[in-house]
């Protein structure tokens, strides 16, 4: 797998800026000539890129299944600090100019950069992830009903939380975290009104650091275990893992997303104190695009992933959550509820 690397430092005062790129990994594209049995596949990762632990690495597991099961060539490109959209478009029209196919732009900040660079290559298949305001013949919008996993974080908050308040830590204030938070505050409610939600944002657009900067999730985490949150659930991408470090060194819950966190090694250290998380299938989401562009029959416009078909969902990985047993009934309850349409969960506070 061949992985592109852009790395931004900026210097304040003296504004001292270096930007470098490095390939790594194994047999690039390139490398591996016209004689392999699939075909070649990248993926451009959104903000704090591979590593994040969460939302990045999920898109990559994705990939990373397709190459072993498929035998398709991956390419991984990462962002660079602070770019813009014709970063995006640069590192897309590089992507499908070199045989990739799909190109998937891993989040919501590639829609613009997507919607001018797939009509340049109509035979390209283009997955974008979590935005479908952008459309097109050979555009595939991936996206997942994130209220609906958080609604059952948010009823397992409250089922476990013995200080009556718990948090909601989001990476930047866009309209796709606020989902995840309706969702959870709605699921918290609906299980016990007299519970408090705490719900603070990291940043607010154009400054996206909320998703990439884990000292911003750390502090203000910190800041809701000190208000008396006992259960902090972060949607905020690499910022999140500051969240977990806080809330497990107190002692208390945290709650994961994307990814299965109980189960990623970079938080090996903190895996006790993550109860549960919200889960997207961002992998599967990735692997099924590749699939039906190597199938002849590549996807195209809106796939959309819910608690049907565990497309979102509540891991189960730690042993501490499966014993709850009354948690894990509430939740049960709660996801077959919202499946057979008893429960509608808002897609905005």
Do not use: H
């Not at 109860?275 to 190597?294: D, H, Q, R, W, Y």
């Amino acid at each position: 797998m061949r992985r592109i690397t852009r790395i931004a430092t900026v210097g304040i005062a003296s504004a001292a800026l270096a930007l470098s790129a490095t390939a790594c990994g194994s047999k690039s594209s390139s490398d591996a000539g016209s004689d392999d049995k699939g075909g070649k596949a990248a993926i451009a990762y959104d903000i704090g890129g591979r590593g994040d632990q969460s939302f990045n690495d999920a898109a990559y597991a994705g990939l990373a299944k397709a190459e072993k099961e498929l035998g398709v060539k991956g390419t991984e490109a990462e962002p660079s600090e602070g770019e813009g959209d014709p970063d995006k478009v640069q590192r897309l029209t590089s992507l499908a100019r070199k045989g990739n196919n799909p190109v998937i732009g891993v989040g919501f900040a590639y829609a613009p950069a997507i919607a001018e660079v797939a009509p340049k290559f109509p035979d390209t298949t283009f997955g974008l992830i979590d935005d479908t305001s952008k459309t097109g013949k050979n555009i595939a919008n991936l996206v997942f009903n994130e209220e609906q996993g958080s609604y059952l974080a948010g009823v397992a908050a409250a089922k476990v939380t013995k200080s009556k308040t718990v948090g909601f830590i989001g990476g930047v204030e866009t309209p796709l975290i606020k989902k995840f938070e309706a969702g959870f505050v709605q699921g918290v409610k609906d299980t016990n009104k007299d519970v408090n939600v705490k719900v603070q944002y990291l940043t607010q657009p154009p400054d996206f650091g909320g998703f990439s900067k884990p000292d911003l999730g750390k502090a203000a985490a910190q800041g809701q275990l000190d208000a008396g949150a006992d259960v902090v659930y972060a949607a905020a991408g690499l910022a999140g893992a500051g969240s977990i470090e806080a809330v497990s060194k107190a002692g208390k819950w945290a709650i994961g997303v994307d990814s299965d966190q109980y189960n990623q090694k970079g938080l090996a250290a903190y895996k006790n104190q993550i109860l549960t998380s919200v889960t997207k299938n961002v992998s599967g989401a990735v692997f099924n695009l590749i699939k039906s562009v190597e199938d002849g029959k590549p996807q195209t416009g809106e796939i959309r992933y819910g608690l049907k078909g565990d497309g979102v969902g509540l891991a189960r990985s730690n042993p501490a959550f499966t014993k709850m047993t009354d948690v894990v009934a509430a939740v049960d309850k709660a996801k077959a509820e919202i499946i057979d349409g008893k429960i509608t969960v808002k897609t905005a506070p």
